[in-house]
T-cell receptor, first 108, second 113 residues
Framework: QKEVEQDPGPLSVPEGAIVSLNCTYS??????FMWYRQYSRKGPELLMY????GNKEDGRFTAQVDKSSKYISLFIRDSQPSDSATYLC????????FGTGTQLKVEL | EPEVTQTPSHQVTQMGQEVILRCVPI?????FYWYRQILGQKVEFLVS????????KSEIFDDQFSVERPDGSNFTLKIRSTKLEDSAMYFC???????????FGQGTRLTVV
C-alpha cells in the first residue's frame, strides 16, 4: 500500500463549480497535512496546512482532515480558470510525503 | 514577500560530471530541504538539514549526494558523478522554527546527457 494515494485525474470542471480533491494515507503518525498547487515545471506553492483533524478555511479554499479514516480533502469554491493546475497533498513535518498530484482544469 | 531562490533554473551536464545546485532559503528560516521530482512523477524527499547537519535523508540520497551551507545565506546540493537517472527537477525548501509550512523554490531542472 502506498503511503499517500491521490487520484491523478485529470479533473475537468466548468467555471464556478465546487471542486473536491482528496488523498488517503496509511501512516497514522502524520499530524500535519499540506496542500500545494503546482504549475507545469514550477515549484510547489503552499495553499494551506491543517494540523491533526478538523477543517480550515482560507478564502475559496477549505481543507478537511479525517484522521479516523486517514482521508484529507481540499474544496475549492467558485472555481476559476486560474485555478487550473496540479494540486499536491503532502504530509509530515521535516520530511514531507507527497501524493502524485491531481491535475485540475477549470473551463470557461 | 520572502521567497526561496534557486539557481540555475536549468542545468545540462554530461554523465559523470559533478554539479552543484544552489539555493537561498528564506532569511529567518532554519530548516532546509532538498526534494526532487522526476518528470511525471511525484515530489520525493531527499534530505533535511538543521543546525549545520543532516537531520534526515532518504535512500535516494546516497554517497553521490552531499549538502552544504557554506555561508549564512546559501544552501547547496552537490551530485558528485551524475547519472542519466539523476535528470529531474530539484527543489529546495525552507521552514521557520515556529510554523510547520515549508516553502519551495522554483526548482532547478537538471538534465544529464
Amino acid at each position: 500500500q502506498k503511503e499517500v494515494e491521490q487520484d491523478p485525474g485529470p479533473l475537468s470542471v466548468p467555471e464556478g463549480a465546487i471542486v473536491s480533491l482528496n488523498c488517503t494515507y496509511s501512516n497514522s503518525a502524520f499530524q500535519y497535512f499540506m496542500w500545494y498547487r503546482q504549475y507545469s515545471r514550477k515549484g510547489p506553492e503552499l495553499l494551506m496546512y491543517t494540523y491533526s483533524s478538523g477543517n480550515k478555511e482560507d478564502g475559496r479554499f477549505t481543507a478537511q482532515v479525517d484522521k479516523s479514516s486517514k482521508y484529507i480533502s481540499l474544496f475549492i469554491r467558485d472555481s476559476q480558470p486560474s485555478d487550473s493546475a496540479t494540486y499536491l497533498c503532502a504530509m509530515g513535518l521535516n520530511k514531507l510525503t507527497f501524493g502524485t498530484g491531481t491535475q485540475l482544469k477549470v473551463e470557461l | 514577500e520572502p521567497e526561496v531562490t534557486q539557481t540555475p533554473s536549468h542545468q545540462v551536464t554530461q554523465m559523470g560530471q559533478e554539479v552543484i545546485l544552489r539555493c537561498v532559503p528564506i532569511s529567518n528560516h532554519l530548516y532546509f530541504y532538498w526534494y526532487r521530482q522526476i518528470l511525471g512523477q511525484k515530489v520525493e524527499f531527499l534530505v533535511s538539514f538543521y543546525n549545520n547537519e543532516i537531520s534526515e535523508k532518504s535512500e535516494i540520497f546516497d554517497d553521490q549526494f552531499s549538502v552544504e551551507r557554506p555561508d549564512g545565506s546559501n544552501f547547496t546540493l552537490k551530485i558528485r558523478s551524475t547519472k542519466l537517472e539523476d535528470s529531474a527537477m530539484y527543489f529546495c525548501a525552507s521552514r521557520g522554527t515556529s510554523r510547520p509550512e515549508a516553502f519551495f523554490g522554483q526548482g532547478t531542472r537538471l538534465t544529464v546527457v
